[in-house]
């Protein structure tokens, strides 16, 4: 009986190293980490911009479409907790697969707090590669301070899940 504890405490221990970064995920999964952190989109004005801009905070990159239902019930979630966990370097950061125009009027339509960037379909490939094989919308990515993946979401996120990924790392 003390044997399973033991390598239930083992487990445990391994998974939640491996989540806030202390053990990092497999290498091809940290390089394409690596890409997105790299990976120039545009900003609402068209402006070029990598998510490198923000290194040093815990990320939160949700990919995600102004057509996309999960998505459109996902996001007020983020802006509230966009709010809440500023302060505790967190940085919330969505990258629409849309058009900007649309992703312009839905951010002002739900008030979006965090910065937009615009993706096209082919972006979609680098999230298959760190944990989205199937390539579905909403895909939220976690990475810590330092760049590694924390969590890797795969369609619409409870507030209780959201939350229980940033106590880790927060």
């Known amino acids: 009986m003390a044997g399973v504890g033991g390598v239930a405490a083992a487990a445990g221990y391994f998974v939640n190293a491996w989540r806030i970064g202390a053990i990092a995920p497999s290498t091809a999964k940290q390089d394409a980490a690596a890409a997105i952190l790299g990976s120039t989109l545009q900003t609402m004005e068209g402006k ?3 998510l490198a801009a923000w290194r040093g905070r815990i990320l939160v990159i949700n990919y995600w479409a102004t057509w996309c239902a999960p998505c459109r019930v996902e996001i007020p979630l ?3 907790l966009q709010q809440e966990y500023a302060a505790k370097n967190v940085q919330f950061v969505g990258i629409a697969v849309d058009k900007a125009d649309k992703v312009r009027d839905f951010g002002e339509e739900f008030k979006i707090n965090y910065p937009l960037l615009i ?4 972006s979609m490939e680098l999230t298959r590669k760190v944990g989205n094989p199937a390539g579905v919308l909403p895909y939220t990515l976690i990475l810590n301070g330092s760049g590694a993946i924390a969590a890797s979401l795969v369609g ?4 209780e899940r959201m939350r229980t990924e940033l106590a880790i790392l927060v």
């Open 48 to 50: 070029p911009q990598t």
């Open 78 to 80: 983020f802006v509230r």
């Open 119 to 122: 993706a096209g379909i082919d």
């Open 156 to 159: 619409g996120i409870s507030e």
